[in-house]
């Protein structure tokens, strides 16, 4: 067989689903009936995750890296957001595509300018646009509530029917159904000659440049892709917790998405899934138990991570699944 056959056949198998993929939404579904008491949590933990997606998308598959990308979450908050508290329509799904949409185009027009840059100057570029934007909120509290916050939210009831419940289980199953969506999506992007081609771009962009690839074109457009799944987060989250903070747009919440994903693998699709729940439920159990130093046992969890296991949580399944295999 060729070369060029081995290739495609390689392609082939890599877009075939497995069963494993199946644990992580049968994972979630058991959630909803073992931990009913924890599900407004476990909304918050889909929202992560399909945050982190976003990210993975931009810098595991791609190799933008980034620092600022609440930018586009916030964004997306408050499009959703003031759009039900200023304009009244409190519509959930459509607040949705209107918080991607938004998200999406902001992402396209920075795009445009960020993309021009590489290496320690798109990372300054791009914290530096998430900071003056959570400036610009904070200044422009006519709109967005400033420093106390954009209050006003009220979301209609899902299909007219599912309201956020006080145990918040409709809300679950509504990011539940959410996060799968936007999943496939990603999964068609990433196993299509576009997302082959941005592997390309991230291993090795002058050898895709000398092949004819229009690199910049595509860096945007999966930038503008990232940006808009980052703003339904961003709007899952305001629909969810019916207000929104300048803490959707700080640094502190770039730098978490980025441990997440760092954590559970970067540019490997599962990773978000892992890394953002394992870090959540650590998160909150230290939280719980000590109050003024939780953050210093989640440092040192990230610490020990980075050093045994490489690659992440991904990473070491790959390694242990390749020993059980080279076993006789």
């Not at 760092?262 to 990773?271: A, D, E, I, S």
Request: proline share 2%; with cysteine.
């Amino acid at each position: 067989m060729s070369d060029t056959a081995n290739a495609i056949a390689a392609l082939g198998r890599r877009g075939r689903l497995h069963w494993a993929e199946a644990l992580p939404w049968i994972a979630g579904l058991a959630v909803f009936f073992v931990f009913p008491g924890y599900l407004a949590f476990g909304t918050q933990v889909l929202i992560s995750i399909l945050f982190a997606l976003s990210l993975d998308l931009i810098l595991g598959y791609a190799g933008i890296v980034t620092l600022g990308h609440a930018a586009y979450f916030g964004f997306g908050a408050y499009a959703a957001g003031m759009l039900s508290a200023h304009l009244g329509w409190n519509e959930p799904l459509t607040g949705l595509v209107f918080a991607g949409a938004i998200a999406g185009g902001f992402g396209f027009f920075t795009g445009l300018i960020l993309l021009r840059y590489h290496g320690l100057a798109l990372i300054m570029l791009t914290l530096a646009q998430a900071i003056m934007l959570q400036e610009f909120a904070n200044v422009a509290e006519g709109w967005t509530g400033g420093f106390d916050g954009l209050m006003g939210i009220a979301i209609s009831p899902i299909f007219g029917v599912f309201d956020n419940d006080l145990w918040g289980r409709h809300y679950y199953l509504y990011a539940l159904a959410v996060l799968s969506l936007c999943f496939v999506a990603v999964r068609l992007l990433i196993n299509s000659p576009l997302g082959a081609s941005l592997v390309g771009v991230r291993e090795n962009a002058q050898r895709m440049h000398a092949v004819g690839t229009p690199v910049y074109w595509r860096l945007v457009a999966v930038y503008t892709f990232g940006a808009a799944l980052a703003g339904i987060a961003g709007g899952l989250f305001a629909q969810s917790n019916s207000f929104v903070t300048l803490d959707v747009l700080s640094f502190a919440r770039s730098g978490t998405v980025l441990i997440m994903l760092v954590l559970g693998g970067t540019g490997r699709l599962y990773g978000a899934f892992i890394g953002t729940t394992v870090y959540m439920i650590i998160e909150d159990r230290l939280a719980k138990a000590n109050p003024e130093l939780w953050e210093l046992g989640v440092g040192i969890g990230l610490v020990l991570a980075v050093m045994f296991f490489r690659g992440g949580f991904m990473g070491l399944i790959d390694r242990l699944t390749a020993r059980i295999g080279a076993r006789p």
